[in-house]
């Protein structure tokens, strides 16, 4: 009898995703194979260790337990003269295994909690992460790893849609009622507790994933269309003068800053003129976006330029809950009806862009997109506007020839 750790032996798995690792069993001409319950990449996987990874030595000294483990009910079934049945062995195997770190009373957001922090993510995804813990706790309908089912991911995903999020300032001032959390935000609550649960069963916590069994299930629910400003809304923001040294005209110039940079907030917040190089009189740049890390092109239009030099060739640093709650205010004084937020800046820097003839391939390099199909809403914005011009016009020639 001989036992080995083997990958995707079926072949199904395909380029770019994780793959099974399981014992294969041979016996008297027979093979058997028992999931392991870890899951890598095929380059995570040479030489029957695992490797590329850091937390291979973790995974390693898992994989060698499990198989071990399942060698040992294997010999008991010979030595009792029953036949090898792989369904009986893994349910010995992982009915009987107690983790070593979380024992029989583990909890997995005790685990999701000392987790995530050594994850290195970046300070707006780590929110997130923070964020979808509290809504866990709070909901109190995973606590414990038995408590990780569909059934229970379902619940979840009732409990958000019947939350309502916190209202800005500015809301509160004009007594807006609290919204529901929206399609969007509950959909990054599930990407966060699906990643979670992923890792969990790639280190062998858990056998599988609930979110397997609930593929399409949850809908990002985002708009085909973009909301942006126009140039004549473009221009009563910026013709705005806050106090200096205020919170409100931080939050403006920031604003104008993204307007023609088309840079994400995150990527405001780590800028650094540093990173810039003069090439023929201009500021240029090939970075990567702290949310994503995909390349970017960015060159300081003149607007841009003049906040750095106001602020010493630097950006003002702003609380993402302060410069949004600021923008809103600053857009209901500008009389513009759009509520802003940061994002509002990036739309419009793409519109802008895609209007005055730059090809979608270059914006989308500008932005930092991973495909260009996401770029592809902004073009959709302009054809909406053409047609709405050719509306107005429509409009106009019914009335002359009534007249």
């Not at 490797?51 to 000294?61: H, M």
Request: hydrophobic letters at 40%.
């Amino acid at each position: 009898m001989t036992s080995v750790i083997v990958f995707d032996h079926r072949g199904r798995v395909k380029r770019g995703c994780p793959g099974p690792l399981e014992v294969r069993i041979t016996h008297e001409g027979r093979v058997y194979y028992v999931s392991t319950g870890i899951k890598v990449l095929r380059n995570e996987w040479r030489n029957s260790e695992i490797v590329n990874r850091p937390d291979s030595d973790i995974l390693q000294s898992r994989l060698n337990t499990i198989e071990h483990a399942v060698m040992l009910e294997v010999n008991r079934c010979l030595e009792a003269h029953k036949p090898i049945n792989v369904a009986d062995i893994r349910q010995a195997v992982w009915g009987a295994r107690v983790d070593a770190h979380s024992g029989s009373q583990a909890k997995f957001l005790d685990w999701f909690a000392e987790t995530y922090p050594a994850l290195h993510l970046a300070a707006g995804t780590a929110a997130h992460y923070k964020s979808t813990l509290a809504r866990l706790r709070t909901c109190a309908l995973m606590n414990n790893w038995a408590d990780v089912t569909v059934e229970n991911v379902l619940k979840f995903d009732a409990y958000l849609h019947n939350l309502q999020r916190k209202r800005t300032d500015a809301e509160e001032k004009m007594g807006v009622v609290a919204p529901a959390l929206t399609d969007a935000a509950v959909y990054n609550h599930h990407k966060v507790l699906k990643a979670m649960i992923s890792r969990a069963v790639t280190i062998g916590k858990l056998q599988g994933n609930p979110y397997d069994r609930l593929r399409g299930q949850f809908k990002r629910g985002e708009k085909e269309t973009v909301s942006y400003l126009t140039e004549e809304e473009v221009a009563a923001f910026c013709a705005q003068r806050p106090v200096p040294g205020s919170v409100m005209a931080a939050a403006r110039d920031l604003f104008v800053f993204q307007l023609y940079t088309g840079l994400a907030y995150g990527d405001t917040q780590v800028f650094d003129i540093k990173d810039y190089k003069q090439v023929n009189g201009k500021w240029v740049n090939v970075g990567r976006r702290i949310k994503t890390g995909v390349p970017y092109v960015s060159q300081l239009l003149p607007p841009a330029v003049e906040v750095l030099e106001r602020y010493g060739m630097q950006l003002p640093k702003l609380d993402n809950r302060a410069y949004n709650s600021s923008l809103k205010a600053l857009g209901m004084a500008a009389g513009i009806s759009t509520p802003l937020h940061s994002h509002v800046a990036r739309h419009t820097f793409a519109t802008w862009m895609l209007k005055n003839g730059a090809k979608i391939e270059n914006v989308s390099r500008m932005l930092g997109h991973t495909n260009i199909t996401q770029t592809q809403r902004y073009a959709k914005v302009l054809a909406e506007s053409v047609h709405d011009d050719f509306d107005r016009m429509e409009k106009l020639l019914k009335k002359e020839a009534a007249d």
